[in-house]
Structure formats: C-alpha cells, structure tokens
C-alpha cells in the first residue's frame, strides 16, 4: 500500500511517494534531468530506442528556428508501434475497456485490435483513401474514434479529429481548412440520456462543400439517419468487403501524423500539425515516466478524444507502451453524481487523469460519493487542463486518494504535443498547486517583455527555449501565424507559450494561466487564475472564475462568479466577505468590483470553463456559438444575474 510523506519546504507543504513506489517506478534515477541537460541530443536519442523504426535515423536533430526536425531519415509507423509490436507478447491482453452512457461496454485485446484497425484501414483504402489525404473524424467517445485513427496512421492519411459535440458550422470550418474528402462520423451517440443525432449535424455542415467524396458512418446508435446515395457509407457494410491483411506503411519521421486545431485570438481554428516520429517518441516516454505506466494497470483519461489529452494520453501514449486504456462514453453525473467513482470500482481503474474542474466539481457535489465507492485501487492521480489550486489539489489527494496516490499535476499545451511540465512520480516532491518542474530535456524559462528572466516569486511569460520532439511543426495552410503566433516575440528561437507562470524560492513552477486571461486594473496586470484560486481557498467557494468587466476609471473591473458549497447560503454579507478574503490574500488591487453567486459556470462537456463566453457575459457583448456546452442554459442565467449587478 502506497503512502504520502508530509513533510516541510520553504512554506508550502509537500507530499513524496512513498519509498515502495519510488523504488519500483520506471524512472526513480534524479540524475536524469542532468543527464538530459548536458547530452540533450543523446538523451532523446535514447529514449527514442523505446519505439520501433522500420529504418533508424541519421540524424537526431535539424534546428533551423523556429523549424525543427527530428529522427531524420528514420522511417516508422504509429499504428504499428501502438498494436503490431505488442502482439507476439500481449496480444491476448485488454486494449481497451468501453463503456457506454447506457452502461454497455464492450473490450479489445490487442489482437482484436489490430483485426478491427486493418480492417478500418483497408475500409478507407476501398473508399479511396491515399497516403497523405487528410481525413476528418467526427466520432463520440467510442472505440471506433480510436480504430479509425489508428487506421489512419496506418495507411499514412493524416488524421483530423473533431470534437463530437462542436457545432455543424465548427465541423464545416474544419474540414474545409483541412481540406478533407473523406469524413468518417456514426449515425448518433447519447449524452445524458438525450439521443445526438450526429448524421445530421454530419450532413448539415458538409451541405455546402463540395469536394466530399465520402462519408464513412459507424453505427452506433441505431437511430434512422439519411444517406446520400453514392457519397454515404455503413463501415459494418464495407467491413464486409474488406480483410483484415493491411501491412502499415512506412512513414519518414516528419512526415504529418495528424492536425489538431485549437482556438486561436482571432477566432478561426489554427490547426497545429503534429509529425510521426517525434510526437511518438514524446507521447511514449512521458506516458510511460509520468504515469508509471505498468503492464497491470487500467489507465483512465477522462478526456475526449477530440482534443489533444485524447490522442497523446488516450490513443498514442498509452498503446504505444502497451497499457489497458478505459473509455468511457458519457457524462460523470449520468445517470447519478457518482458514475465515475461506480467506473473506477467496477474496473480496478489503478490510474486516473483528469481536469481541475471537474476535480472541483467533485468537490462541490460532496465526498460523500466517492466514500460509497472503494477506490482502492487507485495508486496515482493526475491532473490536467489548467493550473489547479491546492484546495482541490488536496480534496483530491485526500478523498480520491485516500492520502496514497501521488498526484502528477502537468502542464502542456495542444501545440507542445507532450507534457512539458510536471513531477515525475519515482523522484520528484510534490506541492499542492505547482506543475513542479519541466520533464527531463525540456528547457523552459520564465521571462519579462524584453525576454529577461524574472526574479523567483514574480509571474512572467512561460517560454521554451529549445526544440522538442512533438512540438508544432507548423499551422497548416498558415506559416505566417504560425511564426507570428509562437516565434516573434523574442526571436525565432524561443516558443512563447500564451501562459504565465513563477517560481517559487525552491525553483517549483507555478503556471498561472493564459496570458489574455489577464484582468489589467489601474495598470497592474493581474492573473486570473491567482484570483480565482483565492476565491476558492474559501471555505464557502466550490469553484470560481473571474473576467475583467471594461470600466472608464480603471480601465478594467474584476468580476467573479463563484459557486457555493453545497448548502451554503447565498448573501450580500458573503459577498463582502468574498471581496475581504481576495484582498487579504493578494491586496486591495484584487478586490473584485462584483460577485455573482452561480449554481454553475459554462463549461465545455469535457469540463472545461468556457472562457470567451463568461468574457462576454461580463462585458454584454455576443457571446458566439455555444452549442459546446454542456449546459448552455446557464448563459442566460448569468446575464440576468450580471444585469441585476449592475
């Protein structure tokens, strides 16, 4: 049984593995980060030797700022890597775990895998499908999204997943941008019980392109969808067609293994391209080294496919090191609050990653949930999305973890590919709240405007100031963004991430989030994610969130919308007594000009809180699509509410 040592550094607190799990941890060496340090080169090169190459490089890197390339000359492929290389020793071992909204489930071994994959592949090759086209998937959480990227990365077809519950019109913008022919959906998926008719939303979005040559549909659902004769598709009918002898293709390592497009400021998606060699070689290592990957675990990443946590820490990470990788279709409170706790007991799920708001969400819902469920087999949680603060941090060390689980806290970017900052688990002492320090051969710095770097405990620019392996190789159809985006603001030769962060007096990184979520009152920038981790340091505070309100005097006004506790009241006295803590806790400076009480905030149905629409709510202005949502009723809610404020 694992345990957590308490122990005292500088005024944190700070929790270490205990000294069972450090000793059988992949990496326990503490040497690594200087190893990695002094031969940077051959340290990648190295952990490179845990994928298998078809052809072996030349070269480990070509640094031409800000384009890198690496592995140069080697050839590989990913589907390979993730399914064929495991067989001879794991084939008859679980892949993957689903389970459905509706409680069906249904389980992959690798072998089985690998039939349905090659199938999928020779499926897509029938419809017309060559290496290098790009095809979009458009699938819910289902073990087909996974097959079909596999399939796709076997035949060398990069690969564009779209998050099932965008709009028709995000669909549309992406497959145009991407300049995709062929799109593979299903015909409908449930979402807290409500059927989703995904075909229709599919053939709505594709209405007006006319470069589609197929649509390839799972069915799922079983509901009565349209089909457009000659361009529609039933996989389970094609799969008829088709065997299952589908030998991968052999990929240069710079060769584009998928697209993934992310918001950008000025509103259209930029869709970041990822390359096969490097991105395998950072998504295999860190999964196996930050989340201890064993060959007994069942590994739980509650994000969504259709974002990047999806394809490094569902698809790629875990399958290229050979793991058992749960799925779950649904929502954690359907049919009850306590779905995921029922999940983690029924499967033996030992390894659980997931947001910070939904880890506050939990706590808002009560620990009363998770204690009717044993979760003893947990043995390491890990949190991803956005910076957490160390009141949910240690509720969930605490009540997920039963004060035994290490907590890997990581940072990453859809751009960064990998996880580029967090504790690795065998080594590292954690703090409640910090993203601890940057995996071995990540060189990150914390700079001001000019590109100095900033004294320990001031916040500044987070900024990478060498090459990686799975870092963006461009935006695709836009290399001017891309430069512009990334690359001006020091020079070619060092990434600016958006995000800021500081260190504290032992070197531990604090990120404090996106740098346009900064509230500028009278001048003094203040991040977002300083004030709202005061707000929820309050006994009362379940979650909160902050926007700057524009204000004529000062330029911008803070704003907070917090949820309560379970059954703590709301009140004009709380709030006042909100704004005090804030200022108690940071200064008057931070002192929000208003408080509005929210039973929930909006939020995207991966957990995340949708920022540009509390921005909008704040300042009255449109607030664009909200079809993501998981809960688009509360938008309306809170502008009443704001209004009321006024």
């Not at 065997?243 to 293994?257: A, F, K, N």
């Not at 620990?367 to 947990?378: C, G, R, T, V, Y």
């Not at 043995?379 to 009141?391: A, C, D, Q, T, Y």
């Not at 997920?400 to 960064?416: A, L, R």
């Given at each position: 049984m694992h345990e957590i040592i308490e122990s005292s550094l500088a005024e944190e607190r700070?929790?270490?593995?205990?000294?069972?799990?450090?000793?059988?941890?992949?990496?326990?060496?503490?040497?690594?980060?200087?190893?990695?340090?002094?031969?940077?080169?051959?340290?990648?090169?190295?952990?490179?030797?845990?994928?298998?190459?078809?052809e072996k490089w030349d070269k480990v890197l070509e640094w031409k700022p800000p384009h890198s390339k690496w592995f140069l000359n080697g050839s590989l492929n990913a589907s390979y890597n993730c399914i064929d290389r495991h067989l001879s020793s794991k084939g008859d071992k679980t892949a993957i775990i689903w389970e459905g909204e509706m409680a069906n489930n249904r389980t992959f071994t690798y072998n089985e895998l690998f039939y349905s994959t090659c199938?999928?592949?020779?499926?897509?090759?029938?419809?017309?499908?060559?290496?290098?086209?790009?095809?979009?998937?458009?699938?819910?959480m289902i073990p087909e999204a996974v097959i079909a990227m596999l399939a796709c990365a076997r035949i060398g077809a990069p690969h564009s997943v779209v998050f099932a519950g965008f709009s028709q019109e995000a669909l549309a913008q992406r497959v145009e941008d991407a300049g995709s022919k062929f799109v593979i959906t299903c015909d409908g998926y449930y979402h807290k019980g409500k059927l989703v008719n995904q075909k229709e939303k599919t053939?709505?979005?594709?209405?007006?392109?006319?470069?589609?040559?197929?649509?390839?549909?799972?069915?799922?659902?079983?509901?009565?969808?349209?089909?457009?004769?000659?361009?529609?598709?039933?996989?389970?009918?094609?799969?008829?067609?088709?065997?299952?002898?589908?030998?991968?293709?052999?990929?240069?390592?710079?060769?584009?293994?998928?697209?993934?497009?992310?918001?950008?400021?000025?509103?259209?998606?930029?869709?970041?391209?990822?390359?096969?060699?490097?991105y395998l070689v950072g998504t295999a290592i860190s999964a196996k080294w930050v989340f201890d990957l064993k060959d007994d675990d069942v590994y739980w990443c509650t994000a969504d496919v259709g974002w990047i946590t999806g394809h490094s820490y569902i698809t790629y990470g875990p399958l290229l090191n050979g793991a058992t990788v749960l799925m779950y279709e649904g929502a954690p409170d359907y049919p009850e609050k306590d779905r995921f706790w029922s999940i983690i007991e029924n499967y033996g799920v030992t390894i659980f990653y997931t947001a910070p708001t939904a880890i506050r969400t939990f706590m808002k819902w009560g620990?009363?949930?998770?204690?009717?469920?044993?979760?003893?087999?947990?043995?390491?949680?890990?949190?991803?999305?956005?910076?957490?603060?160390?009141?949910?941090?240690?509720?969930y060390y605490?009540?997920?973890?039963?004060?035994?689980?290490?907590?890997?806290?990581?940072?990453?970017?859809?751009?960064?590919g990998m996880i580029m900052i967090t504790p690795l688990p065998g080594i590292t002492p954690m703090k409640p709240g910090s993203a601890v320090r940057p995996f071995p051969g990540i060189e990150v710095s914390i700079l001001d405007e000019e590109g100095n770097a900033v004294p320990e405990g001031y916040g500044g620019y987070l900024a990478i100031k060498k090459p990686w392996p799975s870092m963006i190789r461009t935006i695709h159809g836009d290399e001017e963004r891309f430069i512009e985006t990334y690359w001006s603001k020091w020079g070619n030769d060092i990434y600016m991430s958006g995000d800021g962060a500081r260190t504290d007096r032992d070197g531990?990184?604090?990120?404090?989030?996106?740098?346009?979520?900064?509230?500028?009152?009278?001048?003094?920038?203040?991040?977002?994610?300083?004030?709202?981790?005061?707000?929820?340091?309050?006994?009362?505070?379940?979650?909160?969130?902050?926007?700057?309100?524009?204000?004529?005097?000062?330029?911008?006004?803070?704003?907070?919308?917090?949820?309560?506790?379970?059954?703590?009241?709301?009140s004009d006295e709380l709030k006042e007594q909100l704004k005090g803590h804030v200022v108690d806790e940071i200064g008057p400076i931070a002192r929000p000009a208003a408080i509005v009480f929210a039973r929930d905030l909006p939020k995207t149905r991966s957990g995340k809180i949708m920022r540009r629409v509390l921005r909008a709510i704040t300042n009255n202005t449109y607030p664009g699509d909200v079809t993501t949502l998981q809960n688009p009723e509360v938008v309306e809610e809170l502008k009443r509410k704001v209004h009321l404020s006024d």
């Open positions: 700070v929790f270490q593995a205990s000294k069972s799990f450090r000793m059988q941890a992949n990496m326990n060496d503490p040497d690594i980060y200087k190893k990695a340090e002094e031969d940077f080169e051959g340290f990648w090169a190295s952990v490179a030797e845990d994928i298998d190459w078809f199938r999928f592949a020779n499926a897509l090759k029938e419809l017309g499908v060559q290496k290098g086209d790009i095809v979009t998937i458009y699938l819910p053939d709505n979005a594709l209405e007006k392109l006319d470069d589609i040559e197929h649509v390839l549909v799972v069915n799922h659902a079983a509901n009565s969808v349209f089909f457009t004769e000659g361009r529609d598709v039933w996989w389970h009918d094609i799969e008829k067609q088709v065997d299952y002898e589908c030998p991968p293709e052999h990929m240069d390592s710079e060769d584009t293994l998928f697209l993934m497009y992310t918001s950008g400021t000025t509103g259209k998606p930029k869709g970041v391209v990822h390359s096969t060699g490097g620990e009363q949930l998770p204690a009717k469920h044993d979760l003893s087999s947990l043995r390491l949680l890990g949190s991803v999305g956005e910076p957490i603060n160390p009141k949910a941090w240690l509720w605490e009540h997920i973890g039963d004060k035994k689980c290490p907590v890997v806290d990581t940072w990453w970017q859809t751009e960064t531990y990184i604090w990120v404090l989030g996106r740098l346009d979520d900064v509230i500028k009152v009278s001048g003094h920038r203040l991040g977002t994610m300083e004030i709202e981790s005061s707000l929820v340091s309050h006994p009362a505070v379940a979650e909160a969130a902050v926007e700057g309100k524009e204000d004529e005097i000062k330029g911008e006004v803070i704003v907070g919308y917090v949820v309560l506790e379970a059954d703590v009241p709301v």
